[in-house]
């Protein structure tokens, strides 16, 4: 692998020693530097753990250390020669501070394992794991041979009403209805032997579609009493820590289960068999994970007045971790079902949700890092690289070994990989951002193991900060999604984006990504308009840059016909982009504001109200603009001014044929709230409640 350390160190600014064997007979200098208590960072992930090993066996090591693989990202390839700009970026990120810690949610697991699924099967795989873990197994079925004779594990069967829960706090809600009590079968098999219809199994449980209730089972039965056909079906309910199902059919049928669920269909002839029951093993005790998200209910456009608008996250949300809570205007994540995937801060419009593993500043802070190291070491028309930490980088890093075999050209030495958590933990307010610091491509690595909803939101994601730059003006494809399975495959996408030219801002942006969502959104598009090829002349300027549906930004269109300026949307309003005027009858309007989550749209009682998704690329976009203004009405009585003339008018219309608006009831309608009040007393040809 080719290596230039002084071109390395300038684009640095520091010295770098160079060394081929720093896990071998160059260790020494590699327990130096761990001892000197400054930062440092090994260019080699392969040996990561004899590093570990050593940095423990060497007195004095007071140095964090970092790694970073620029081999089967850089160095192995057939660019490996014009790849210094790309492992200098890569080694400048890896220098970069740690983010801050995480909040952490926490399971406790006493072992206690339901094994569902035939029989015969269950007990195998009991029988492997009975040591470590207290067995439950609900049987569905003898399966092809049937329970043992010696019953070894406690033994349920009947009907599952519903399974939920996590790790450690698994509860099967089940209905005993079948005529044997298992507690009580004593596997003698006299009932299988009786029945003449053959419609016992050896799970020691009766098929109703072929019993004709001869009872011959329960005569002969008499000694243990385990057969009644009287008994009453009985709901239960059982507590369990983890979960073996081994059905066709999964009990929890989701793209992302909740920890301590396993779905292993066909038993241990399963591939993945094996490793499934060595993990289960080691689920025992206290375990945590990562919060892996924040929570602003104040940001929240889900819902106003119980009634809903944005639904964005709920949608996308592949482990069923999100739900609705309309009636408290907002929405609520279990933190014990996330998974961690980021699709819900992805696709939310307000950042009410955001991603905390890493937090945004910090994954901005390292796409400016990388983009502008690589700029500043004579990198040219850099691509980003997102891939999650599982699947996205054993293809790259799969690639980078057949491009030094020979196999395949390997990753060019403008595409810069950028390892994600999941690769749909980001959207368009770093990817745009991503483009204001330099990037010509931002390209996101799916590799099969993402939820369907996640491909969609991404897509939508990429259609919305395309249509952005193409509206103001930057010509090629600057977001793609590359869909590959295989490194072949990846290796004929990497080496496609050569093939198109991108126009990208001529200044890169040094504004650092916050922590608000739509605060970025706005620097970046900032950056963007300033440099808007589009925009250098005036005349022939965008001002209104239509958006694909679902996008975060827009207007509204108001029918004035049929608005009666109630100002129910007001209310209703999240980001505060509709407001009301306090000296007069308006609606009023501030586009940057508006997310387009719907709710004024829902809530309008006339249907007065579109969405209109665009860019207003202009500075009007943060002025206020009246939607719709009256003439407000009257008071017939003392003549102060209250409502519109409009809505007064439409609501006498509604209520003139109506036997309580009858007369001075009509009047009093016309009348401000203090009038109405004073009229109502001051009546002498009503009658009144007080009088006798």
Known sequence: MP??????????????????????????????????????VVACTQEKRLFGELAQQTPGATSPIRFVNIRETGGWSRDAKSAMPKIAALLAAAGLPEPDPVSTVGYASQGRLLIVGPLDVAEQAAALVADALDVTIFSRGPGAVGGAQERRWPVIAGRIDALAGWLGAFT?????????????????????????????????QIDAA??????????????????????????????????????????????????????????????????????LRDMVGEFEKPKFFDYKQKLCAHSRNEVVGCNACIEVCSAHAVSSDKERQRIVVNPNLCVGCGACTTVCPTG????????TPDQGRKLRTLLSTYADAGGRDAALLLHSEEGGRALVEQLGREAQLGKALGVPANVIPVALFHAASTGIDLWLSAVAFG???????????????????????ADIAQALLHGLGYTGTHFRLIEVGSSAALDKALTGLRETRQVVPSKAARFAV??????????????????????????????????????????????????????????????????DNRDSPQLRFIEKNCVQCG??????????????????????????????????????RCAKPFGTQKAIEAMLLKLAGHAMFQGEALERLKMCSDCRVIDLYSAQDETKITQQ
């Open 3 to 40: 290596l230039e350390p002084k071109t390395l160190g300038v684009a640095l600014t520091e010295s770098l020693p160079l060394h081929s064997a720093l896990c071998r007979r160059e260790a020494p200098s590699f327990q130096r530097a761990i001892q000197s208590g400054d930062d440092v």
């Open 172 to 204: 099967l809600h089940w209905t005993r209805d079948n005529p044997i009590d298992l507690d009580l079968c004593t596997r003698c098999n006299a009932c299988v032997s009786a029945c003449p219809e053959q419609a016992i199994g050896l799970d020691y």
């Open 210 to 279: 072929k019993c004709t209730s001869h009872r011959d089972c329960e005569r002969a039965c008499t000694a243990a009493g385990a057969i009644r056909f009287d008994r009453t079906p009985e709901q239960l309910d059982s507590a369990f820590d983890l979960v073996l199902d081994l059905g066709d059919a999964a009990l929890i049928d989701w793209h992302a289960p909740p920890q301590g669920y396993f779905h292993l269909p066909g038993g241990l002839s399963n591939p993945k068999g094996a490793q499934t029951l060595l993990r």
């Open 352 to 359: 009410a949700l955001g991603y905390t593993y890493p937090r």
């Open 439 to 461: 990037a010509q491509q931002v390209c996101v690595l799916l590799t099969g193991e993402e939820a369907p909803q996640y491909v969609d939101a991404l897509k939508k994601q």
């Open 514 to 579: 916050g922590a608000e969502k739509r605060s970025t959104l706005e620097l970046a598009l900032d950056h963007l308009m300033d440099e808007s090829p589009a925009l250098k002349t005036p005349a022939d300027a965008p001002l209104a840059i239509p958006l694909p549906a679902g996008a975060p930004f827009g207007a509204i269109a108001v029918d004035k016909d049929k608005c009666t300026l109630c100002l129910a949307c007001v209310s209703a309003c999240p980001a505060s982009a509709l407001q």
């Open 599 to 636: 709710l004024c749209e829902t809530t309008c009682p006339e249907d007065a109200i579109d969405l209109v998704p665009r860019l207003l690329a202009s500075p009007e976009r943060r002025q206020p603009a009246v939607l719709n203004e009256a003439k407000p009405w009257a008071c017939i």
